[in-house]
């Protein structure tokens, strides 16, 4: 049994070989460009022990490529199928179906015939996206009409795969698209697209090259006839260039003598200024020089000047520093006069204090004997005083009893009074 997997570049096919084969035979990826570059095939022995031949196609009847690239291709997978396809599988992608996918099938009618519809299934890749978007095969293809005519066209035979899905998924879809296979080999009564429909194919491919050789010749011929034209022109324009070049070039050769007599002119001025102008650098430079030998000499001196002023500067702080030291030293001696005479004074104080304590305490001591002697002054006229009560009260019985006795009392009271006065003094 023979499939080959014909659509456009990126579908899926070498994927879907994969599948059909149940191994990883067709190289695939997910590259940008194109990655199968020419028609491979891969075998697998079936249960029924039957031998299913898969070739795999670059996108051959992709319109996009060139001509010449898509017809030798084309002869290449007609090779490996041969004696004829049993089945060809249109591998389309779920997606959207564009005007690219339809011209794609154009291309396949084109070349094997309208015939070749009765040998084409539809298997679309790619069905995982239909589950993510949570769509139905028949919703998809009935979004389109194009697709639908497409599946008319090809008696509604269609079938959609997961090539990611795991082993046990992709060996159940293997195995509908198996069974949908050999209804449709029965429908064609078991035969493949014939050796005669290959022929014709080879035919109108062969009459294709030709006319493509034949159109390629033409081109060619063009071309020489183009080539020789342009040769003439650029002959042509050579001589008309040569002419063009020796006119100016003669121009070039004045202008450039006259450049030259310019140039000359002008160096040799540029020449006298610059000598003048290095006489004048001269004399700047010796001027500049005898300027900095004075600013030396002033500096110098301005140095020595210098240098005299910080000695001297150092000898006055010197003498500063001395002063300063005396000033402390007299300082110094000052506080200890001052705290001598301090502690004098105080010895002094103590002393005065201590000797005015003493004189306070004999002045009381005095007072006290003073007082003694008043209090004992005082008892002895009391005394006295008594005594004199007594003498006068005496006297006056005598004076009573006897006047004669009263001039004897009156001398003795004149004496009494006298006594009484010296005692007081
Ligand atoms: N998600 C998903 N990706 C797929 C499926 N089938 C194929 N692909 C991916 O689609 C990309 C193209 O697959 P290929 O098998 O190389 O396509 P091709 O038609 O052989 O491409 P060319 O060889 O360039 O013509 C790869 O990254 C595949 O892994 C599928 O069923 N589901
Ligand atoms: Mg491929």
């Not at 099938?105 to 790619?126: H, N, R």
């Not at 001696?333 to 105080?346: G, S, V, Y």
């Not at 306070?360 to 003073?370: C, G, H, K």
């Amino acid at each position: 049994m023979r499939i080959v997997m014909v659509g456009k570049t990126g579908v899926g096919k070498s994927e879907l070989g994969n599948s059909l084969l149940g191994r990883k035979h067709f190289i695939s990826q997910g590259l940008a460009g194109s990655v199968t570059s020419e028609c491979k095939f891969g075998t697998r022995t079936l249960r029924q022990g039957m031998k299913l031949v898969v070739v795999d196609t670059p996108g051959i009847f992709d319109t996009r490529k060139s001509n010449r690239d898509t017809s030798k291709e084309i002869v290449r997978c007609i090779g490996l199928s041969s004696p004829g396809p049993h089945l060809f599988f249109f591998v389309l992608k779920i997606g959207r179906y564009t005007k690219e996918e339809q011209n794609t099938i154009e291309s396949l009618k084109d070349i094997f015939g309208k015939q070749v519809m009765k040998f084409v299934i539809v298997i679309f890749t790619c069905k995982d996206t239909l589950e993510h978007s949570n769509t139905t095969l028949d919703e998809y293809i009935n979004s389109s009409r194009d697709l639908q005519t497409l599946l008319v066209e090809c008696g509604g035979r269609c079938k959609a795969i997961n090539n990611w899905a795991d082993q046990m998924h992709r060996s159940n879809a293997v195995d509908t698209i198996m069974v949908l296979v050999q209804c449709t080999i029965a429908d064609n009564g078991g035969n493949h697209y014939t050796g005669e429909m290959y022929a014709v194919a080879e035919k109108a491919l062969k009459e294709r090259l030709e006319q493509l050789e034949a159109e390629k010749n033409k081109e060619k011929l063009a071309l020489e006839r183009r080539k020789r034209e342009i040769e003439e022109e650029n002959k042509a324009q050579k001589r008309r260039l040569d002419d063009e070049m020796k006119w100016k070039r003669t121009q070039l050769e004045k202008e450039q003598k006259e450049r030259e007599k310019k140039a000359r002119e002008e160096h040799e001025k540029k020449q006298n200024e610059l000598v003048a102008e290095a006489e004048r650098l001269r004399q700047l430079r010796i001027e500049d020089d005898r300027k900095a030998k004075l600013q030396q000499d002033i500096l110098l001196q301005e140095k020595e000047k210098l240098k005299e002023e910080k000695e001297s500067e150092r000898r006055r702080l010197e003498q500063r520093r001395r002063e300063m030291a005396q000033e402390e030293e007299r300082l110094r001696e000052e506080e200890e006069r001052r705290r001598i005479e301090q502690e004098e004074l105080e010895e002094r104080r103590r002393l005065e204090e201590e000797a005015r304590a003493q004189l306070e305490e004999e002045r009381q001591e005095r007072l006290r004997e003073f007082e003694k002697q008043r209090k004992e002054k005082e008892r002895i006229i009391k005394e006295e005083e008594q005594k004199l009560q007594d003498s006068r009260e005496r006297l006056r019985r005598e004076l009573e009893n006897n006047d004669g006795f009263l001039n004897k009392v009156k001398k003795f009271f004149v004496s009494a009074w006298d006594d009484f006065c010296s005692f007081f003094e």
